[in-house]
Structures are given as structure tokens and as C-alpha cells.
């Protein structure tokens, strides 16, 4: 059995002297995961660094071993956004989250794209990458959410109907609550950042931070809590960092 094709690296950990275990998505196959020899070399770390965009070969004798990877680099994202460390928080909570809460050998095209194209955007954008690449970040996370199937419904206000005035999310079943509509219990619903609504609008600081405990909230208890598992230490410490620059001083 073998297979080629783009993939995005997700993680990579030592196994034995020199070797690696590499989790990929691909478009097709979805997330995978292969040996690849030497792959903990510096070469061969240096190819797998989390965000890389590669050209993968996986082969395996049966369909469901581990298999061999090999692979050649097409974009460096990991090399690129090293010195910024936003972006590099922001590319270690995607991968990880995405590692963590991504059936194996299941596809998700969507969200292969999107993450695709979220690495070029803080890669090649340094300038712009925290600004521009939060709500990309955050609206990925809510694909997500939609591709596992708990995606939240923001289409109109659970109480009184309407599409306007949107500002609230019900923690218990994910659907949007307008201003208006949320009466006595604003105080338990979570904040709805305008970015989520506005594909055109990269938000602020306290945006972001509402946002990701919006979407947090939801992987959390979903996509990683009906698995039994906590939200990965990568998306808490950028959460962490998004809270200090929201907070004033």
C-alpha cells in the first residue's frame, strides 16, 4: 500500500536513536501517521517541524500498519514565524488541536485547506500575522467545530429570532442569543465577537480573547471532552497570551 500527496505536519516525536512517529493531515486521507527513519536527525527534524507544508510518501505493507514516511519539504512555516512568537503560539495551538481532536484516516478537506492557507497567511505576512491571523485562527476553530459535528449555530437568535443585534452564545447548545433576547441571563452566556459574523473584521485583543474561550468552551467539552481528554498545554498558553495583552497594563 502507499500513497503521496501535500500534507501539513502536525507533530513529530523521537522513536528510538534517530527515528520519528510524524502525524500529517492530508486532504484525502485526513490525519495520518507514519515512522519516518531518521526523522529525528537534524535533517529529518528540520523537515518535520510542526506547520510544514510537505510532499509525503507513506507505504505500508497492510493498510492498517503504521508505515513508513518519507517526505520532501515544499513551505517552511515552522523556520518562518520563529522569531515571532505569536505566531508561533498561534501555529502550535492549530496543530495541536488538530492533532488532538482529528479522527485518524477520516478526510476533512475543509479543514485541511483552511489550515493550509492560515499557514501561508502568518508566514508569509509577518508583519500582519497576529493582527490578521487571530480571527483566521478562530474561525478555524470553528469550522472545526462544525466538521466534528458540534458546530455552532450563529444563523439567527435562539430566543426571539432574529439575525441582528447577534452578541451572545448559549454554552449548553451552541446557538447565538442577541442582545436583546438575552435578559436575565447574560451574565452565564458567552461573549459572541463580532469576527465570527464579519469575515472582514480581524478583531481586538479582548475579541480574541472572547473568542477563544467561546470556541474553547466547545472544544473542550466536545470535541476533546467526549474523548476523554484536556484542551492541549499549546492552546492554553496562547490563550494565556492573548489574556495579557487584553488585560489593561
Same mark, same amino acid.
Given at each position: 500500500m502507499e500513497w503521496?500527496?501535500?500534507a501539513l505536519v502536525l507533530s513529530a516525536a523521537p522513536y528510538g536513536e534517530s527515528s520519528a512517529i510524524v502525524h500529517l493531515l492530508t486532504e484525502e486521507h485526513g490525519l495520518f501517521h507514519g515512522l519516518s527513519r531518521g526523522g529525528a536527525a537534524r535533517a529529518g527534524r528540520a523537515l518535520w517541524q510542526p !506547520?510544514?507544508? %510537505?510532499?509525503a510518501v507513506w507505504r505500508g505493507r497492510l493498510p492498517e500498519q503504521l508505515g513508513n514516511l518519507s517526505g520532501e519539504l515544499v513551505h517552511g512555516s515552522a523556520a518562518r514565524v520563529m522569531s515571532d512568537p505569536l505566531a508561533l503560539a498561534m501555529l502550535a495551538s492549530v496543530c495541536a488541536v488538530a492533532d488532538g481532536s482529528l479522527p485518524e484516516r477520516e478526510p476533512h478537506p475543509r479543514i485541511f485547506h483552511l489550515l493550509t492557507r492560515f499557514f501561508a497567511l502568518i508566514s508569509l505576512d509577518a508583519e500582519m500575522a497576529g493582527w490578521n491571523g487571530m480571527a483566521a485562527l478562530l474561525r478555524?476553530?470553528?469550522?472545526?467545530? !462544525?466538521?466534528?459535528?458540534?458546530? #455552532?449555530?450563529?444563523?439567527?437568535?435562539?430566543?426571539?429570532?432574529?439575525?441582528?443585534?447577534l452578541a451572545w452564545v448559549s454554552p449548553?447548545? !451552541?446557538?447565538? %442569543?442577541?442582545d436583546a433576547g438575552a435578559g436575565t441571563w447574560r451574565p452565564r452566556l458567552l461573549r459572541l465577537p463580532p #469576527?465570527?459574523?464579519?469575515?472582514?473584521?480581524?478583531?481586538t485583543s479582548t475579541d480574541w480573547q472572547d473568542g477563544l474561550r467561546l470556541t474553547g468552551h466547545f472544544l473542550a467539552r466536545d470535541a476533546f471532552g467526549q474523548h476523554h481528554r484536556p484542551l492541549p498545554a499549546a492552546r492554553l498558553r #496562547?490563550?494565556?497570551?492573548?489574556g495579557a495583552m487584553a488585560t489593561p497594563g
Open positions: 503521496e500527496a501535500p !506547520g510544514n507544508l %510537505v510532499r478555524w476553530e470553528a469550522c472545526l467545530l !462544525g466538521d466534528l459535528g458540534y458546530g #455552532l449555530d450563529l444563523s439567527a437568535c435562539a430566543v426571539t429570532g432574529a439575525t441582528e443585534g449548553r447548545t !451552541g446557538r447565538a %442569543v442577541s #469576527l465570527f459574523l464579519d469575515e472582514a473584521d480581524p478583531g #496562547l490563550a494565556d497570551m492573548i
